[in-house]
Nanobody, 114 residues
């Protein structure tokens, strides 16, 4: 069993920055690729960033490329998402997941005001 807990969300003005964290407990997730997803009201949950279990390769959705940075610290069992140049359209509930495991966090809300 794996528990994932996100934190770091909040209310920020457009152009601002936030850093999300996702801490894993229980069974190790260090061998999983990890991802950040988001879901805005009325929209489907979508993958926005992914990192391999080694941390050596990343993927970003076009909507966040160049503004968001995903990273991980396997020793701390923690996944991060550094978000910069935030836009109102980034407003959503952000989730972390161990890709393919079926494990999800409860989500952390990010709201960007214009």
């Amino acid at each position: 069993q794996v528990q994932l807990v996100e934190s770091g969300g909040g209310l920020v003005q457009a152009g601002g920055s936030l850093k999300l964290s996702c801490v894993a407990s229980g069974r190790a997730v260090s061998n999983y690729d990890m991802g950040w997803f988001r879901q805005a009201p009325g929209k489907e949950r979508s993958l926005i960033a992914r990192i391999t279990w080694t941390g050596t390769s990343t993927y970003y959705a076009d909507s966040v490329k160049g503004r968001f940075t995903i990273s991980r610290d396997n020793a701390k069992k923690t996944l991060y998402l550094q978000m910069a140049s935030l836009k109102p359209e980034d407003t959503a509930l952000y989730y972390c997941s161990a890709i393919g495991s079926g494990y999800w966090g409860q989500g952390t809300q990010v709201t960007v005001s214009s």
